[in-house]
């Protein structure tokens, strides 16, 4: 059994945006949209700021509102990893996934349906990593297996502070960033 | 001053500055859906408590009929807002017990039938139809022979109906990234107010003094209950979390506020209220003007719900 996960660590991502255009390349997202993008949050009380950098995208849940709430079961989870998925040709296109998501993670495609990142599952099934992952300049991405206690992201977990995305929407996201 | 700002290079269209998924065509879906759900539960009410053989109530003939062409009307709305249309089908080949438009949309195509049958009861009295299928005359001849069976069909469109205008609440309430739709009381809101609309058009159409007279007081009712579930609905989202708090502040006293105010509980609850409770206490003579003021909040409290729904957010953790 596998599930999947990405850490990013954020002390050394510089927001250059490579992972965007590397997905965008990798997955032919067309022009106009976005399956990961840079957050740059900015917290404090001026002059003691603080700013973190984030590369985003889908958390691909434990919990995953936008599969619970597919009508067709076009949004699943794959066998391999956990991994969230859309199958094109059973969405209707209803939105009800967009609305569910509390990272407005996922848009519609100019074809349709709804898309969203896959963690380039096809890749990662041929041994490869993401594309954003393994283009990364900083390599401040790493992408593996929750559930082997030997891997770099559960070594990094548990080595470095960290934190989710909302994790307060109770959708047990996926991606953790290292603080 | 803390600050937290937070900055994005997404810009996905109907995603970003504001989720923008749903137009016009899914309130006008709810409002029909919660119509059509009043018109099941009022007209298998006639059914049911044996009305059906007071021929003449427009209640257990027409409303039926109409039930079926405005369904019809909100599945077609339903339609055109799927951004996948031709594989819309693929609706009908699953049952997902998790997703409330997956039972949704077998509901609809129960409600079909159900209706049919009960518009089928009072066929023999209506002297002005084009054609006269001799077949449906006596089908229906037959079911008002059988009271028991009337009752029966009576008593299943009730139970459809609630189901009905339950899941317009509860197609949006399940979806809890969007804290303003994040209540257990939105499916009564919806339920209230689509019986609300229904019990006002009946009352504008009736062609009896005695049946305007019952759809206004029954309104009256539905009315009153609609602005005390309405209280609950804003009060449990003001009290749940600072999340829940900001998102009901949309309605209460941010942008959705005026229409809110005026058009939601003005025109469409507390001016219509007034006047029908002096019109069924003879103090004012019964027009459309109230349920058409019922029958437009209805619509418009969709409207507002769908929009500022969608600009709720868990956090300001996107840009908001």
Redesign the interface.
């Known amino acids: 059994m596998s599930r999947y996960a990405m850490v990013i660590d954020t002390k050394k991502c510089v927001g250059c945006m490579d992972c965007v255009v590397a997905c965008k390349t990798e997955n032919n997202v067309p022009e106009g949209y976005n399956r990961d993008w840079i957050v740059q949050d900015v917290m404090g009380k001026f002059p003691d700021l603080h700013m973190e950098i984030r590369s985003e995208r889908c958390n691909h849940c434990d919990e995953p509102p936008c599969v619970h709430c597919c009508p067709t079961g076009a949004s699943h989870v794959h066998e391999r990893g956990g991994v969230v998925l859309v199958e094109h040709n059973k969405c209707i296109g209803c939105k009800a996934c967009l609305a569910s998501c509390p990272y407005d993670a996922r848009f519609i495609h100019p074809d349709g349906y709804a898309d969203k990142c896959t963690f380039c599952i096809h890749r990662v099934e041929v041994g490869l990593l993401p594309a954003c992952v393994s283009v990364c300049p900083t390599h401040c991405m790493y992408f593996g297996n929750l559930d082997d206690p030997a891997s770099d992201v559960n070594k990094l977990l548990n080595s470095r502070s960290h934190h989710a995305v909302l994790p307060e929407a109770g959708t047990k996201p996926h991606i953790f960033y290292l603080t | 001053?803390?600050?937290?700002?937070?900055?994005?290079?997404?810009?996905?269209?109907?995603?970003?500055p504001g989720?923008h998924?749903?137009g016009w065509e899914i309130p006008v879906y709810l409002f029909l859906g919660g119509l059509v759900a009043g018109f099941m539960v009022i007209s298998g009410y006639f059914l049911f408590s044996g009305r059906f053989q007071e021929s003449r109530h427009v209640t257990c003939f027409r409303a039926p009929l109409t039930g079926l062409i405005l369904i019809s009307l909100g599945m077609f709305a339903l339609f055109l807002?799927?951004?996948?249309?031709l594989?819309?089908w693929?609706?009908y080949?699953?049952i997902?017990i998790?997703?409330?438009?997956?039972w949704?949309?077998w509901i609809l195509v129960l409600v079909y039938p159900a209706m049919a049958i009960m518009a089928l009861i009072h066929l023999p009295d209506q002297k002005h139809l084009p054609i006269r299928v001799e077949f449906l005359h006596k089908l229906s001849q037959s079911l008002r022979s059988h009271e028991g069976l009337a009752k029966t069909i009576g008593a299943i469109n009730m139970l459809g109906g609630a189901i009905l205008g339950m899941y317009t609440g509860v197609l949006l309430s399940?979806?809890?990234?969007?804290p303003l739709w994040s209540s257990s009381s939105l499916w009564l809101l919806f339920l209230v107010s689509g019986m609300s609309a229904t019990a006002a058009f009946i009352h504008m159409v009736a062609p009896t003094k005695a049946e305007r007279e019952l759809l206004a007081k029954a309104d009256n009712g539905f009315l009153s209950l609609e602005l005390f579930v309405l209280a609950l609905y804003l009060i449990g989202l003001a009290t749940t979390s600072d999340?829940h708090a900001d998102a009901v502040r949309l309605l209460i006293s941010g942008t959705y506020a005026p229409v809110f105010w005026i058009f939601v509980i003005g025109v469409g609850i507390v001016i219509p209220l007034g006047i029908q409770i002096l019109a069924v206490n003879h103090k004012v003579k019964h027009t459309s003007i109230p349920p058409l003021m019922v029958i437009a909040g209805g619509l418009i409290l969709r409207f507002v719900i769908v929009m500022a729904g969608?600009h709720s957010?868990?956090?300001n953790?996107?840009g908001l």
Do not use: C, F
């Open positions: 001053m803390t600050t937290h700002e937070i900055t994005t290079t997404r810009m996905n269209p109907m995603i970003d989720m998924i749903w807002d799927l951004e996948h249309k594989y819309a693929r609706l080949t699953t997902k998790a997703s409330p438009m997956s949704g949309a399940s979806l809890g990234a969007r999340v969608q957010h868990w956090s953790a996107h």
